[in-house]
């Protein structure tokens, strides 16, 4: 499986993104897919993640609230609508899949079997 995300950019405090992550490949046997965010000196952090059949959602409480985690399985293609953006949601956005219906610590990067490039979304004060 390969992943592309996309949609990052340079916004100010307050405003809205929405990224984007399309898989290609053997994505006939994606169970869930998630996003995680990196900022400099960080660890990569959970964000939000989405199971493939059925759309059963869970969300950082960082973010609760103000990001939508969503897919389109014909498209076979993840989002994520950020709103409300701070300046501490500054970082390098990943997504993410896994292919195994075992495993339950999706919170944790060592679940996932695939990982995008990483877009990066800069929020200014």
């Known amino acids: 499986v390969q992943l592309q995300a996309s949609g990052g950019g340079l916004v100010q405090t307050g405003d809205s993104l929405r990224l984007s992550c399309e898989a290609s490949?053997?994505?006939?046997?994606?169970?869930?897919m998630g996003w995680f965010r990196q900022a400099p000196g960080k660890e990569r952090e959970f964000i939000s993640a989405?199971?493939?059949?059925?759309?059963?959602?869970d969300y950082a409480d960082s973010v609760k609230g103000r990001f939508t985690i969503s897919r389109d399985t014909a498209k076979n293609s993840m989002y994520l609508q950020m709103n409300s953006l701070k300046p501490e949601d500054t970082a390098a956005y990943y997504c993410?899949?896994?292919?195994?219906?075992?495993?339950?610590?999706?919170?944790?990067?060592?679940?996932?079997?695939?990982w995008g490039q990483g877009t990066q979304v800069t929020v200014s004060s």
């Open positions: 993410a899949a896994n292919q195994s219906p075992y495993r339950s610590t999706w919170r944790q990067t060592a679940y996932y079997d695939y």
């Open positions: 490949g053997r994505t006939f046997n994606i169970f869930r």
């Open positions: 989405i199971r493939w059949s059925g759309g059963a959602t």
